[in-house]
């Protein structure tokens, strides 16, 4: 069955760096573009980054731009996401989704990793 | 960014009645519209993809309508467990956005 396990949250003071990562498994990884969302506490989900089947194309929301990095190690199967100059409002919930869309086609998100909280405060 | 307004915010109704959500893309959006159902402390769950079908599982009370900038999610016979947070989500482009969401309460 399809899992995706993050890992790498905590307690940041601003302005520094954390780096997550999402183990997934029981499907082909190499397929499927995968997304990093984040829900802060009382909000809706909010979409971070994307990264193509093949790493070749990453985009970004507009609040995150030139500070996170999103990318991928298809021989351990595993997403990350790189944040740089972390602020309060990076606070929530992170997610790694998995895009619906076999082969980078497009679709919503079909399966959820459990989440990992990130918290940015002095 | 393709912006989503979701109405109403809050929705009070009772066990087997039928209540509809709306959700509005400030530009079209195709049919690349989704709707998840998100339980206190669970993570979202799908019931509607491509505006209008529906996700392997998920009872035939739920249905979805619309294209371009306007959608709805309609749901009948409510149940106690419909009782959640609704969101729609556009993935026409990579850029997804999401609604604020839509509370239900089941009186």
């Known amino acids: 069955q399809v899992q995706l396990v993050e890992s790498g949250g905590g307690v940041v003071q601003p302005g520094k760096s954390l780096r997550l990562s999402c183990a997934a498994s029981g499907f082909a990884f190499s397929n499927y573009a995968m997304h990093w969302l984040r829900q802060a506490p009382g909000q809706g989900p909010e979409w971070v980054a994307v990264?193509?089947?093949?790493?070749?194309?990453?985009y970004y929301a507009d609040s995150v731009k030139g500070r996170f990095t999103i990318s991928r190690d298809r021989s351990k199967n595993t997403l990350y996401l790189q944040m740089n100059s972390l602020r309060a409002e990076d606070t929530a919930v992170y997610y790694c989704v998995r895009d619906g869309g076999a082969y980078d086609s497009g679709g919503p998100v079909d399966y959820w990793g459990q989440g990992t909280l990130v918290t940015v405060s002095s | 960014d393709i912006q989503m307004t979701q109405s109403p915010s809050t929705l009070s109704a009772s066990v087997g009645d039928t209540v509809t959500i709306t959700c509005r893309a400030s530009?079209?959006?195709?049919?690349?519209l989704a709707w998840y159902q998100q339980e206190p402390g669970k993570n979202p769950k799908l019931l509607i993809y491509k505006a209008s079908n529906l996700e392997s599982g998920v009872p035939s009370r739920f249905s979805g309508s619309g294209s371009g900038t306007e959608f709805t999610l309609t749901i009948s016979s409510l149940q106690p467990d419909d009782s959640a947070t609704y969101y729609c989500q556009q993935y026409n482009i990579y850029s997804w956005t999401f609604g604020q969401g839509t509370k239900l309460e089941i009186k």
């Open positions: 990264i193509t089947s093949d790493g070749s194309y990453k």
């Open positions: 530009q079209s959006v195709r049919s690349w």
